[in-house]
C-alpha cells in the first residue's frame, strides 16, 4: 500500500514563527503537492513538486515555500507564519506517466497559528 | 480554466435511503480524467473513483454507482442504501495536465451525514 506520512497531525504556532510541515512518501512518486483545506473552499493547491529540486507554484502560493531535496520527502514552509494560515494541510503524491494517475493522500496537519 | 462545481454543500439523509451527490465540471481539454475522493472524520482522503473523458460507461461498486455524461459535463455520484459509516465528505474533481505533474482541481465538497 502507498502510505504518505506527514510529521504531525496537529501543530499550534505562534505569530511570525517559522514552522516547516514535512511529508514522506514510500511508493518512490515523482509527484507530490501541498494543499490547504478549509471550511467551504475545498482543497487549494499551494505548491506541487514534479522531481527533485523541481517545484511550481499552485493556487495559493503566497506566504509559503517548499523543499524537495530527496525524492520521497516534501517540505512546506511558512516562513513567517500568521493567523491566516490557520487551516488543515494536506500532502499527497501520485506517480508520472502517460496517464492520470489519483493523488495518494497522507492524514493531514492541523495547523493553528495564535 | 479548469472548474469543478458541487452545488450541494451538505446533506443529510437517513439510513438506507439512496443519495446522489452532483458534480459538474467546465474544461477546454479533450481529454481529461474526473476523479471522486472520500474525507472521513479521520481526515484523510480516500481515493474513490477514476474516469477518463473516453469512457462513458457508467460504472458500479458494491453501493456506490456513477454516471459521468459528457453532454451535461457531469459525472454525478450515486450510494444506494446508505449507512452511518457513509458518513464523510465528498470531493469531486478534475485533473489539468502540467509538465510531468498532473494537477487537480477540485470541487469545495459536500458533506454526507447518513443518520441511523
Known amino acids: 500500500d502507498v502510505k504518505v506520512t506527514q510529521s504531525s497531525r496537529y501543530l499550534v504556532k505562534r505569530t511570525g514563527e517559522k514552522v516547516f510541515l514535512e511529508c514522506v512518501q514510500d511508493?518512490?512518486?515523482?509527484?507530490m503537492f501541498w494543499y490547504r483545506q478549509d471550511p467551504g473552499l475545498g482543497l487549494r493547491l499551494i505548491y506541487f513538486s514534479y522531481d527533485v529540486k523541481m517545484k511550481e507554484k499552485g493556487d495559493i502560493p503566497e506566504g509559503y515555500s517548499v523543499s524537495r531535496e530527496k525524492k520521497e520527502r516534501f517540505s512546506l514552509i511558512l516562513e513567517s507564519a500568521s493567523t491566516n494560515q490557520t487551516s488543515m494541510y494536506l500532502c499527497?503524491?501520485?506517480?508520472?506517466?502517460?496517464?492520470?494517475?489519483?493523488?495518494?493522500f497522507g492524514p493531514g496537519t492541523r495547523l493553528t497559528v495564535t | 480554466a479548469q472548474k469543478v462545481t458541487q452545488a450541494q454543500t451538505e446533506i443529510s439523509v437517513v439510513e438506507k435511503e439512496d443519495v446522489t451527490l452532483d458534480c459538474v465540471y467546465e474544461t477546454r481539454d479533450t481529454t481529461y480524467y474526473l476523479f471522486w475522493y472520500k474525507q472521513p472524520p479521520s481526515g484523510e482522503l480516500v481515493f474513490l473513483i477514476r474516469r477518463n473523458s473516453f469512457d462513458e460507461q457508467n460504472e458500479i461498486s458494491g453501493r456506490y454507482s456513477w454516471n459521468f455524461q459528457k453532454s451535461t459535463s457531469s459525472f454525478n455520484f450515486t450510494i444506494t442504501a446508505s449507512q452511518v459509516v457513509d458518513s464523510a465528505v465528498y470531493f469531486c474533481a478534475l485533473s489539468e495536465a502540467y509538465r510531468s505533474a498532473e494537477k487537480l482541481v477540485f470541487g469545495k465538497g459536500m458533506k454526507l451525514t447518513v443518520n441511523p
Open positions: 499527497a503524491s501520485t506517480l508520472s506517466g502517460t496517464g492520470t494517475y489519483e493523488q495518494y
Open positions: 511508493m518512490d512518486h515523482e509527484n
